[in-house]
């Protein structure tokens, strides 16, 4: 990993800024499984594993509601790993792994989670890769612990009511980005790769991930990821927050 960056937290505040507008309801879809954790621990500090974590937004407010807690952060991105290394310093164990690869696990500590949360990341991962996925993240946890997935996760029955949300969604976030109160995806990253400390990270992030990466986004109805989590061993999965066309579904090991 890089040396820490000296601006780390205005970097990680404009991660969180291009987010909050893409998702205005970001928050409430922590909260929801942060809640789930809770509910699982009785409240203490869980063991916990930030997957596909990014800048370790997660982890931050786990540690913020749950001081004590054991957070690992596992992404493959160099840029967002180096924000999230400074942000968390030696509060996160922070791992560097592709989860394209099934020997990810290899990467993390050898202790067992009580959690495993993620949230708008695992829609790049190819579908047959993301039913395996959940299998090795079962085998991860502990008895009794809990998985969360938040993700883009249309309801099948609204098909019609969907694409009016999407759109309406897509509308609004046009019009905060025409203020200027905050940078799109593409503004985001543009600045990163101008930043003197990150541009070396973004010019390697260009030789992990393909340019088409985009165009690859993968994103089934809610319903699949239960049946796929009940068919990966866990003993129960549904759905435990809704927010327009986005979703997070839980399963317990």
């Known amino acids: 990993m ?12 404009s991660w969180d800024r291009q987010q909050q507008a893409f998702m205005p309801d970001r928050e409430e879809r922590f909260a929801a499984m942060l809640t789930a954790v809770a509910a699982v621990t009785g409240g203490e500090p869980p063991r916990l594993l ?3 974590g990014g800048t370790g937004a997660i982890s931050l407010r786990t540690l913020a509601r749950f001081p004590g807690a054991q ?12 924000i999230a290394e400074s942000s968390l310093r030696d509060r996160a164990t922070i791992v560097d792994a592709d989860l394209g690869d099934p020997g990810w696990r290899a990467k993390l500590p050898p202790e067992p989670f009580d959690a495993v ?4 990341a695992l829609h790049w991962l190819p579908v047959e890769r993301v039913s395996a996925l959940y299998a090795e993240v079962r085998e991860v946890l502990r008895p009794g612990g809990v998985f969360a997935n938040a993700d883009r996760m249309e309801e099948e029955g609204l098909p019609e009511l969907s694409r009016k949300l999407h759109d309406h969604a897509e509308a609004e976030r046009e019009a ?5 109160a905050a940078t799109s995806w593409a503004q985001w990253w543009a600045l990163a790769a101008a ?3 990150l541009a070396p990270k973004a010019a390697e992030r260009e030789r992990i991930y393909p340019s088409d990466r985009h165009s690859q986004e993968w994103t089934p109805p809610a319903s699949w990821h239960v049946e796929t989590l009940r068919a990966a061993g866990f003993r129960e999965a549904g759905l435990i927050w809704r927010g327009g066309m986005d979703a997070a579904v839980a399963a317990i090991r």
Do not use: F, I, M
């Open 117 to 120: 949360l993620t949230a708008t």
């Open 50 to 52: 930030d997957l596909a």
């Open 71 to 82: 957070v690992t952060v596992l992404d493959q991105d160099p840029v967002l790993l180096t």
């Open 195 to 197: 930043d003197e400390c």
């Open 2 to 13: 890089s040396a820490y960056l000296k601006n780390s937290l205005t970097w990680q505040e």
């Open 176 to 180: 905060r980005y025409a203020t200027g």
